[in-house]
Antibody, heavy 123, light 108 residues
Framework: QVQLVQSGAEVKKPGSSVRVSCKTSENTFNNYAFSWVRQAPGQGLEWMGR??????????AQNLSFQDRVSITADKSTTTVYLELRSLRSDDTAVYYC??????????????WGQGTMVIVSS | EVVLTQSPGTLSLSPGERATLSCRAS???????FAWYQQKPGQAPRLLIY???TRATGIPDRFGGSGSGTDFTLTISRLEPEDFAVYYCQQYGSSPWTFGQGTKVEIK
C-alpha cells in the first residue's frame, strides 16, 4: 500500500520561503521518482519538477512561474521528499501535490498522489 | 515546451451517454508518455490512462484512451454518475512535463 503523507497547510508572507514535505515508505522511496504538481484555486495542474532519490537526479520546469525559485530534495534517513519554494508571491497560492511515478526513470505517469498541501501567500 | 489543448472546455451529457474528450499537442508526443487523469472536487487527481491507451490499476473498462502524434482521445463509453468530473491530459516524454487545461464533464 503506497503512502504519501504530506505536511500541513501553510500561510506565508510574500518574499518568504516554504518547505513542503512528503513522507513515504522505504520501498517506495528507493524505487520510484517523485514529482511535485501544483494547482492554484480553480485552475489546472502545473508540473514543477521531479526527483529520483536513489539516483540523486532532479529535473525542474524552467518556466517563468517559478524559475530558479524551486528546489526538490530527498532525505534517505527519513524517506521524505521535500519541495522548497522561495521568494513567494501571491500567485504561488495553491495546493501542492506530491506524486509518485509509475516506475520508469525516463518518463513516468503519476500513479499515486498525496493528499495535497495548501499554501497561502498573503500579507 | 509542449502545449496541450483540450476540447471541449465543458461537456454536458446525461448518464449512460458516451463522452469523447480530445487533447491536441503543439508538437508530436510519444504515445508511450501520454496520460489522462480524473479530478473530482476537493480531491487529488487520479491516473486513468497511461501510455495513451493502458488503463491504470482499478480503472473500469468503460474508460478508453487512443491516439498518437499530436491528437489523443479519452472515451467514456457509458457515463456513470461518478464519472462527472474534470479530466486532464498530460505528456511526460518531454521536459517540462505539461498538462492540458482540463475538460469538465457535467450532468446535462
Amino acid at each position: 500500500q503506497v503512502q504519501l503523507v504530506q505536511s500541513g497547510a501553510e500561510v506565508k508572507k510574500p518574499g518568504s520561503s516554504v518547505r513542503v514535505s512528503c513522507k513515504t515508505s522505504e520501498n517506495t522511496f528507493n524505487n520510484y521518482a517523485f514529482s511535485w504538481v501544483r494547482q492554484a484555486p480553480g485552475q489546472g495542474l502545473e508540473w514543477m519538477g521531479r526527483i529520483i532519490p536513489v539516483l540523486g537526479l532532479t529535473n525542474y520546469a524552467q518556466n517563468l512561474s517559478f524559475q530558479d525559485r524551486v528546489s526538490i530534495t530527498a532525505d534517505k534517513s527519513t524517506t521524505t521528499v521535500y519541495l522548497e519554494l522561495r521568494s513567494l508571491r501571491s500567485d504561488d497560492t495553491a495546493v501542492y501535490y506530491c506524486t509518485k511515478g509509475d516506475g520508469s526513470w525516463v518518463g513516468d505517469a503519476l500513479d499515486f498522489w498525496g493528499q495535497g498541501t495548501m499554501v497561502i501567500v498573503s500579507s | 515546451e509542449v502545449v496541450l489543448t483540450q476540447s471541449p472546455g465543458t461537456l454536458s451529457l446525461s448518464p449512460g451517454e458516451r463522452a469523447t474528450l480530445s487533447c491536441r499537442a503543439s508538437q508530436s508526443v510519444s504515445s508511450s508518455y501520454f496520460a489522462w487523469y480524473q479530478q473530482k472536487p476537493g480531491q487529488a487527481p487520479r491516473l486513468l490512462i497511461y501510455g495513451a491507451s493502458t488503463r491504470a490499476t482499478g480503472i473500469p473498462d468503460r474508460f478508453g484512451g487512443s491516439g498518437s502524434g499530436t491528437d489523443f482521445t479519452l472515451t467514456i463509453s457509458r457515463l456513470e454518475p461518478e464519472d462527472f468530473a474534470v479530466y486532464y491530459c498530460q505528456q511526460y516524454g518531454s521536459s517540462p512535463w505539461t498538462f492540458g487545461q482540463g475538460t469538465k464533464v457535467e450532468i446535462k
